[in-house]
T-cell receptor, first 111, second 111 residues
Framework: DSGVTQTPKHLITATGQRVTLRCSPR?????VYWYQQSLDQGLQFLIQ???????AKGNILERFSAQQFPDLHSELNLSSLELGDSALYFC??????????FGSGTRLTVV | GNSVTQMEGPVTLSEEAFLTINCTYT??????LFWYVQYPGEGLQLLLK?????DKGSNKGFEATYRKETTSFHLEKGSVQVSDSAVYFC??????????FGTGTRLQVTL
């Protein structure tokens, strides 16, 4: 157990639908990062939150959004899903001295 | 922007062979460098890291040295085992703190 918890582990949904992925960071970590891993794009950084505020944005589509709550857990919302959104979505948390810890990911399949 | 280039796989080796996976990077400033490993069906695990030039990261028999003059962070292991079969990712973290990953190199070790 890495200390970063992601739910659900697997998700199957239809095109056009909306899903929410959840991440609980390692205890004490203020930063949360979301990454998308797909076969053709590799590991792509989506977005970072630090203590509730958006800190950096990467290759995140407008159909996707995220937030970090006061208890530091984060949610990634994916809407108007397309077949190409099928991927593994990873969350990571970090502290300056400890570094980055990844969750085990959510596998999203859009059918 | 920051980028990481690592050798394409798959790399197929016999057990006890010597492993090298090349990784070079482009970054401004003085990034931290990492190797992550992803076993089948699992998330990313930190294998080793180096935070400044000439640092050597090591773990589980794997080593990598931060070479600023050649902007490289090659992963090596003297004698691989079947259990080392996985995908290996080189990554860097710059001033923006998010991780930039290489495309990953699949290692297959056979008996």
């Amino acid at each position: 157990d890495s200390g970063v918890t992601q739910t659900p582990k697997h998700l199957i949904t239809a095109t056009g639908q909306r899903v929410t992925l959840r991440c609980s960071p390692r205890s004490g970590d203020l930063s949360v990062y979301w990454y998308q891993q797909s076969l053709d794009q590799g590991l792509q950084f989506l977005i970072q939150y630090y203590n509730g505020e958006e800190r950096a944005k990467g290759n995140i589509l407008e159909r996707f959004s995220a937030q970090q709550f006061p208890d530091l857990h984060s949610e990634l919302n994916l809407s108007s899903l397309e077949l190409g959104d099928s991927a593994l979505y990873f969350c990571a948390s970090s502290t300056p001295n400890y570094g980055y810890t990844f969750g085990s990911g959510t596998r999203l399949t859009v059918v | 922007g920051n980028s990481v280039t690592q050798m394409e796989g798959p790399v197929t080796l016999s057990e006890e062979a010597f492993l090298t996976i090349n990784c070079t990077y482009t970054a401004t400033g003085y990034p931290s460098l990492f190797w992550y490993v992803q076993y089948p069906g699992e998330g990313l695990q930190l294998l080793l890291k180096a935070t400044k030039a000439d640092d050597k990261g090591s773990n589980k028999g794997f080593e990598a040295t931060y070479r600023k003059e050649t902007t490289s962070f090659h992963l090596e292991k003297g004698s691989v085992q079947v259990s080392d079969s996985a995908v290996y990712f080189c990554a860097l973290a710059g001033t923006a703190s998010k991780l930039t990953f290489g495309t990953g190199t699949r290692l297959q070790v056979t008996l």
